[in-house]
C-alpha cells in the first residue's frame, strides 16, 4: 500500500465518522494528562466501542442518534440517593468515578430504547431494539469525559 492510497483511506474514513473523530480528540488529551491505567483502557474500550457499532451500523453521522445520546445523558445522571442506595446494595463503600460511568451509560442505554422506535423502518426492524440502545450505551462512555473536561474548562480549573 502507498501513502497516496493510504491517505485516501484516511481521509474516507475521517470523512465517514468526522463526529466521532470530534469525540476523540478530548478523550486523547485526557489520556496524555492522566497517567491512571483505568482510565486509559476506559477511555480507549469507549472509543473502540463507539468505532466499531455507531460506525458499523452506519450513525456515525446521524445528528438524531448524538441528540438522543445527549439528551439520555442528561437524563440519565444519577442522584445522590440513588448514588448511596447503589452503593448499599453493591456493598461498596464508595462508588468508583469509572463504576459511575457505566451507571450512567446503562441508564441512558435503558431509556434511549423506546426512542429506538424512531429508527425501526431505518434500520431493518426488531435488530433496532439492540442497535440503538448499544449505540448510546457507547457514546455515553465516550461522551463522559469529553463533558467532564468542557465543564472543567468551562469552571475556570
Same mark, same amino acid.
Given at each position: ?7 485516501? $483511506? ?7 465518522? /468526522? ?26 474500550? $469507549? ?8 460506525? +458499523?451500523?452506519?450513525?456515525?453521522? #446521524? ?15 444519577? $442522584? ?19 463504576? /459511575? ?20 423502518? #431505518?434500520? +431493518? +426492524? ?15 462512555? $465516550? ?15
Amino acid at each position: 500500500m502507498t501513502l497516496e492510497k493510504l491517505d485516501d $483511506s484516511a481521509r474516507a474514513f475521517i470523512r465517514g465518522a /468526522w463526529p466521532l473523530c470530534l469525540i476523540a480528540m478530548p478523550n486523547m488529551l485526557i489520556l496524555a494528562a492522566i497517567h491512571d491505567p483505568h482510565v486509559f483502557f476506559f477511555i480507549l474500550y $469507549s472509543l473502540a466501542g463507539c468505532m466499531i457499532f455507531v460506525r +458499523g451500523f452506519g450513525l456515525a453521522t #446521524s445528528w438524531p442518534i448524538y441528540a438522543l445520546t445527549l439528551a439520555a445523558f442528561l437524563a440519565g445522571i444519577p $442522584s445522590n440517593n440513588e448514588m448511596k442506595l447503589l452503593e448499599h446494595m453493591l456493598n461498596f463503600e464508595h462508588m468508583d468515578e469509572l463504576l /459511575w460511568a457505566f451507571i450512567i451509560a446503562f441508564k441512558s442505554a435503558l431509556m434511549a430504547l423506546p426512542f429506538s422506535l424512531f429508527f425501526f423502518d #431505518s434500520m +431493518g +426492524g426488531y435488530a433496532t431494539l439492540v442497535k440503538i440502545p448499544l449505540c448510546v450505551f457507547f457514546l455515553v462512555l $465516550s461522551l463522559e469525559p469529553t463533558l467532564l473536561m468542557l465543564l472543567l474548562a468551562n469552571s475556570g480549573l
